[in-house]
C-alpha cells in the first residue's frame, strides 16, 4: 500500500476537502445575539431616538447607553445622527454632535471632551482587506482627542487618530493620524498651521482695546 504521503511533504488537498474560499464572505461576522440587538437598535433609533424633539439631549443619551455605549450625561447629539453598533461608541463630556453625522461603529470610535464633529460629518470604522478573494471585514478604531473641532462634512476613515485641539475643515478626508493642536484641511486632510488657544486674559484685553477704539 502507498504512503499517503512522504514524510516531510505537505499532502495536496483533495478536492472534497477544497475550503470555498468565498464561504466566509457569505458568512455573517455577527453573532446572533449582536443580530437581534442591531435589529432592535434599527427600531428604536428610527422611532424613539429620531423622533424626539431637539433639546431631549439627555434622553438619547440614555437610550444610546441602554445600548451599550459610554455616552456622558452633558453630551449634546442630535436626533438626526445615524449611529452603527452604538455598544462600540464612547463621547466625553460636553462633546457636540451635529445633524446628520454617521458613527460607523463597525470597530470602537472613541470621542473625547469638548470636541465638536459638526453636520454631515462622517466617522467610519469599518473597511474590507480587497486583496483578499473572502473581502473580510476590517474594524480598526477610530480616536478623537479632547477639544477636536472636524468641521462640516468631514470624512474620517478607519483607524485614524485626531490629536487632542486639531480642527479638520469643511470636507475634508482624513486617513492618516493627524498631530494635536493643528488645523488641517484638504483630501488628505494636512497640517496648514497651528491652531493657538487665546486665554481669557488675552481675549478680555482685546475686548477692551476694540472697546477703546470704537469709542474713540
Known amino acids: 500500500m502507498e504512503q499517503a504521503h512522504e514524510a516531510g511533504k505537505p ?11 468565498l464561504r466566509k464572505r457569505r458568512t455573517s461576522i455577527w453573532t446572533f445575539r449582536q443580530r437581534c440587538l442591531r435589529l432592535l437598535w434599527y427600531w428604536v433609533e428610527a422611532s424613539f431616538f429620531r423622533l424626539s424633539p431637539r433639546p431631549f439631549y439627555r434622553w438619547r443619551n440614555f437610550l444610546l447607553c441602554m445600548f451599550g455605549a459610554t455616552v456622558d450625561a452633558s453630551c449634546r447629539i442630535r436626533s438626526t445622527v ?10 466625553g463630556a460636553q462633546t457636540i454632535i451635529g445633524d ?18 459638526s453636520q454631515l460629518g462622517h466617522l467610519c470604522a469599518g473597511t474590507h482587506d480587497f486583496t483578499r ?11 478623537i482627542g479632547d477639544d477636536v473641532w472636524l468641521a462640516a462634512d468631514v470624512f474620517v476613515g478607519p483607524g485614524v487618530t485626531v490629536g487632542t485641539g486639531a480642527v479638520v475643515g469643511a470636507r475634508s478626508s482624513v486617513f492618516h ?3 494635536p493642536w493643528q488645523v488641517c484641511v484638504g483630501t488628505p486632510a494636512k497640517p496648514v498651521k497651528e491652531r493657538k488657544m487665546l486665554s481669557a486674559e488675552t481675549e478680555t484685553l482685546g475686548n477692551h482695546e476694540n472697546h477703546g477704539k470704537m469709542s474713540t
Open 82 to 91: 445615524k449611529i452603527e453598533i452604538p455598544w462600540n461608541l464612547t463621547v
Open 100 to 117: 446628520d453625522v454617521i458613527l460607523y461603529c463597525l470597530g470602537p470610535i472613541t470621542i473625547g471632551q469638548r470636541a465638536t464633529i
Open 133 to 143: 478573494p473572502e473581502f473580510p471585514l476590517l474594524r480598526p478604531p477610530i480616536t
Open 11 to 21: 499532502v495536496a488537498a483533495q478536492p472534497s476537502e477544497q475550503r470555498d474560499p
Open 177 to 179: 493620524d493627524l498631530p
